[in-house]
Structure formats: C-alpha cells, structure tokens
C-alpha cells in the first residue's frame, strides 16, 4: 500500500480557508487563529517567511469566496485582526510583509467586481498595524521598521507592487493613521511618518508614483491645515478652561463652609434648563465624528525637509519642481497664509494652447449681417439685370410674363441691340421654304355701321 503524505496544518489550513462552504471557511479562520496564538507563545516557536506565504494564500481566497458586503466588511475585520494574534513584533512584522507580497503578486488576477473588497482589506490591515504600533506607545525603532517594511515592499522601485497597490496605499496612509493616532501624536512623530514619502518623491523617476504622493500626501496636508489649526485653537482654550477650573476649585477650597453653600445655592439645580452636561459632551462627539481626525504638522519642518531632499543633484528636474511648489505653500502656511486654490494643471494648458492657436489663425474680414445684405440687394438696383428689366417692362406695360422674352442691356441706337422677335401665336402655320401654300378662302364679315 502507498503511504499516504501527510500535509503540513499551514497547508491544511489553507486548503479549507478557499472551501466551496462558508461555514467550512469560517471554522478554518476560527481554528488558524487559536494555531497562531498557540505557536507564536513557544519560545522556539514562530513562522517561517513561506509558512506564512501559504497562509495568506488562503485568506486571499477566502476573501475571494465571500460574497455580500456585510460579510465580506464582518471577515476583512476579522482578517485583518490576525495580526494581534501574534505574541512577537517580529512575527507581527513578518505577518504584515507577506501580506503586501501576496497582494502584490494577486493583484493582477483580480477581477473588477472584487477589487472594492481588496481594497477594503488593505485598508483594515494598514490600520491594525498602526494600532499595533499604538498599543506599543508609539515607539520610534518599531516605527521606523514599520515604515522602512512598507516603503521596501510598496513605494520602492525595486517593489513588485503594481501601480493599483501603490496608488491606493499612498491615498489611505494619512487618512488610517489620523484615525488611530490623530489624538495621540505630535507634529515631530507625524513629520517620520511622512518622511519616506517626500524622500521617494525626490528620487522617483516614475511620474504617477509622483502625482499620486504629492496628491494624496501633499496636497492633503495643505487642504486639511485650516481643520488642523482649529482643532489646535480647540485643545488650547480646553487646556486653558481647564486650568481655570483647577485655580477656582483651590480658591473655594480655601474659603469658609458658609461662602462654599452661598456659591452652591446660585448655582442652578440639577434637571434645570441652564445644566446639560451631557448634551455638550454628546454634542462635541458628533462635531468630532462629522469633521473627522485631522494630523498636527509643523509646516516649516515639512518645508525644510522637503527642501533638503528637493535640493540634492540627483532629484531629477521635474520633481524639484513640483517639490518647490509644494514648499511655497508650506511656508505660506507657516506663516500664517492660506494659498489659494491653483488653476489645474490640464486647464492651464488649454488656455494657452487656445492663446497660441488665436495668435497663429489670420484675420479675416468681418462678413455683414444677413438682413444688412438682404436690404443692400434690394435697394441696389445694379446688383441684378434682370431685376431691372423686369421694372423697365412694367413701365412699357408688358407685364412680368415670365414666358415673354427679356430685352438685353442696351438701349435703341446702340450697338449690339437687338431687336425683338414676335412670338407665333398659337395655331399659325410655319412658312417652308420650297412647298407652296393652298389658297385659303378669307371670310368677309360685315362691319356694323356706327
């Protein structure tokens, strides 16, 4: 008998996360996690890089299997929650790195009526690491490894991610990482967030690479600096409230207990109409949730940045270019001047293709109008002969017989006239030359006398 061979459990699992059966996939889903967290607990434990490739082979099509938004929104979740199963950073690390491989090299099988959900789990798997980075407290060697795995598996040249993986990821980076630590982090953390996207921008060669950073990065940062400013005004006059509280508290502390009860009687009662409490703070929560959360910048560090790696000799031209500009309006914000908005870049060339064309065409003559020239042929008798002709018959009274033959220009005398031929009338014979004509009898009718 042929021995049987057995599977590893990284292949048995993949097999039945791509079951035909939803209820299949979800144990295997269920079951993966319990093996994650079992595994990675063991000293000697942990994954290897293509264990962790056959994993994520099954939760690419246990994603693909999902159908139903609902469901599918319900599994990216839980999907992209794997990650906090792992016990170790390095396993996270390496869990994060073979998920942007995998997509990166399924991408182009994916067909266009299951491109949203793709979309929807690299967004949910980008904000699970940031809020395990945030779980960790935000710190800098584990943020700097975060950032150095994502800028060599997706905005590097040498990546094998498609353009889609990249554009997308460039558009969600600021508005995941404003959701999870836009309460927490500062203006210096937020400027190494963004520092390999300004450093790939200056070295770039590929155009959309570049238009979709100073996009999705850039542009936002400047779009979203009147929100960021009032926020900042926000936390400022909270501080400053708070403080005051503080030094009014210690104040009543300190007096007697009759002028403590004096101050307590003018306050309103509770219930009444001048104490709602809860309605403000419900209040702020649905201004927080309806604006959304926006990142801190220091625009002048961002200014500088940008500036020393826009300035180096090998940024190529073009990029320094679109580099500079983005600085002017950085440092007009840090001075305290909102830019106004561009004209777009398309419509720009339009109007001076339009400019060329207007100065290369000749001037033609200006063409009257219709009814000016209707008028100018009727009352100039000289435009047409046969109008005239037709006027001097009438004077002779011959009429404006259509079928009577006009007379030619020139008059009685001149040369070239011609003369006018009498038209047979109707039942007169035609003389023959050579044939004689029978003799007719003439009728004689007596004449009535006057």
């Known amino acids: 008998m042929v021995s049987r061979v057995q599977l590893s459990p990284e292949i048995q699992l993949a097999q039945r996360l791509a079951g035909n059966e939803q209820v299949t996939r979800d144990r295997a889903v269920r079951k993966l996690r319990k093996y994650i967290v079992a595994r990675t607990q063991r000293a000697a434990g942990g994954f290897t890089h293509d264990e962790l490739l056959k994993v994520w082979k099954g939760l690419f099509y246990c994603m693909w299997m999902q159908d139903k938004p609902l469901l599918q929104e319900e599994l990216g979740k839980t999907i992209s929650q794997l990650i906090h199963a792992f016990q170790t950073t390095e396993a996270q690390h390496l869990f994060l790195q073979t998920f942007w491989q995998t997509m990166s090299r399924e991408w182009t099988g994916i067909d266009r009526l299951r491109l949203d959900k793709f979309y929807m789990l690299m967004r949910m798997v980008l904000k699970e690491s940031l809020t395990a980075l945030k779980m960790r407290g935000w710190e800098e060697r584990q943020t700097e490894q975060v950032l150095e795995l994502l800028t060599t598996e997706i905005l590097l040249p040498d990546s094998q991610a498609p353009n889609g993986v990249k554009s997308h990821f ?3 980076f600021l508005e995941e990482l404003a959701k999870v630590g836009a309460s927490e982090l ?24 570049l238009h979709n950073i100073n996009r999705g990065i850039f542009e936002t940062i400047v779009e979203q600096a009147p929100l960021a400013i009032e926020d900042l005004m926000n936390e400022m006059e909270e501080e400053e409230e708070e403080e005051e509280e503080e030094e009014e508290e210690e104040g009543e502390m300190s007096e007697d207990d009759g002028q403590e009860q004096g101050v307590a009687s ?9 104490a709602h409490p809860g309605l403000g703070e419900e209040q702020g929560e649905d ?20 500036f020393e790696m826009a300035s180096h000799q090998s940024t190529p031209s073009q990029n320094r270019k679109r580099l500079y500009k983005v600085i002017r309006k950085l440092q007009d914000l840090a001075e305290g001047l909102f830019p106004e908005e561009d004209v777009p870049e398309e419509a720009y060339r339009g109007l001076q293709e339009g400019r060329k064309g207007r100065k290369a065409k000749k001037r033609l003559p200006k063409s009257q109008p219709q009814n000016e020239t209707g008028r100018n042929e009727q009352e100039d008798p000289r435009a047409d002969p046969s109008s005239r002709l037709e006027r001097k018959r009438r004077r002779q009274g011959l009429g404006a017989d259509p079928t009577a033959p006009l007379e030619q220009p020139g008059g009685h005398g001149r040369r070239g006239a011609c003369k006018r031929r009498r038209q ?15 003799d007719v009898k003439k009728k004689w009718t007596r004449k009535s006398k006057k």
């Open 287 to 306: 201004d927080e949730d309806s604006t959304g959360a926006v990142l801190q910048f220091d625009y002048e560090a961002v200014a500088n940045k940008l």
């Open 186 to 209: 500062t203006a210096d953390q937020n400027l190494k967030f963004i520092e390999p996207f300004c450093r790939i921008a200056a070295q770039t060669k590929d155009s959309l690479v």
């Open 424 to 438: 047979p009338q109707a039942g007169a014979r035609t003389k023959v030359p050579g044939c004689q004509e029978p």
């Open 266 to 274: 003018k306050k309103p009662p509770e219930g009444s109409c001048g």
């Open 170 to 172: 460039i558009e969600i």
